[in-house]
């Protein structure tokens, strides 16, 4: 999950990547009805029950409306995944590509849904880590930073299920933002904007060269109702204490099995296969010679 933009899909494609160079089982899902560029064709692709452009072309509605009116629809025919899903044994690692429309785990009861009726014993009663993924580059623009992370642990309230929080594009931060200063970013808290507020008056003086009205930058850029919104946002996040952030460059394999073992953890994947016989190992490394 995460905004638009934040390597979702690429990142999915790095798990697959992991899981087939470890010889385990994975099944891929592809849940956003816009979606048709994939390094791994999905297994089972939202579009094969309904697409965001018939949907839109058909109703009327825009991008955001055509969305919420697929996942609906995807309520209204749960069978769909759950006739995929239910044959699949404890070895596999299910892996579900979401749309980038934040909206979907913030604050409409629709992915919720879907995440109980996959979660609900005696039914598929399947083990879920939601991985949510926020574009490294926001440190750089703090203020959009902590309302990326307010989304995140919005998400996690939402769907109350085990959660991972990753930085994602690592590579595009590094040699810019120093590592000492990145590691302040990975445990969030209201300090962060006091080190921008220090960093206010050099911006007030270079918005003002191109141009910009003195008393538009100073209530904008150097305080006023904005900086009080992100000072407000930014207490609540570490008052909560909920979010902590993961580092990921898809580039590198250690980054990808690292972020792995994590959700690994998270839906005790360990604990649910069965144990092996000493012989059993015997058996496959004989077998795949």
Not at 72 to 93: C, G, K, M, V, W
Not at 168 to 179: F, I, N, Q, T
Request: aromatic content about 8%.
């Amino acid at each position: 999950m995460g905004p638009a933009g934040a390597g979702k899909t690429t990142f999915c494609s790095s798990l697959i990547e992991n899981l087939r160079n470890s010889r385990r089982s994975c099944f891929y899902i592809n849940l956003d009805p816009a979606a048709d560029d994939f390094a791994y064709e999905p297994d089972l692709d939202i579009k094969d029950l309904i697409s965001l452009e018939d949907v839109m072309e058909e109703m009327s509605l825009g991008p955001n409306g055509g969305l919420i009116y697929c996942f609906e629809f995807l309520l209204e025919n749960l069978d769909f995944l759950t006739e995929a899903i239910d044959p699949l044994t404890e070895e596999y690692l299910i892996i579900i590509d979401m749309p980038g429309q934040i909206e979907l785990y913030t604050h409409i009861p629709v992915v919720p849904t879907i995440v109980k009726h996959l979660t609900q014993a005696g039914a598929l009663n399947v083990n879920l880590c939601a991985a949510y993924l926020l574009e490294a580059t926001f440190v750089i623009d703090r203020a959009k930073f902590f309302a990326g992370t307010l989304s995140a642990m919005s998400a996690m309230i939402m769907l109350e299920i085990p959660h991972v929080n990753i930085l994602s594009k690592m590579d595009l931060v590094k040699g810019s933002v120093p590592r000492k200063q990145l590691k302040r970013f990975l445990d969030p808290d209201a300090s962060l904007l006091d080190d921008e507020a220090a960093d206010a008056p050099i911006a007030v003086a270079s918005a003002q060269k191109k141009g910009v009205a003195p008393s538009e930058t100073k209530s904008v850029m150097a305080g006023g109702s904005f900086r009080r919104l992100n000072q407000a946002v930014a207490q609540l996040i570490e008052d909560f204490s909920m979010v902590s952030y993961l580092q990921l460059d898809v580039q590198k394999e250690d980054s990808v099995g690292a972020i792995l073992s994590y959700i690994d953890d998270a839906i005790q994947y360990q604990e649910a296969q069965e144990p092996k016989e000493p012989n059993d190992e015997l058996v496959d490394t004989w077998e795949d010679r």
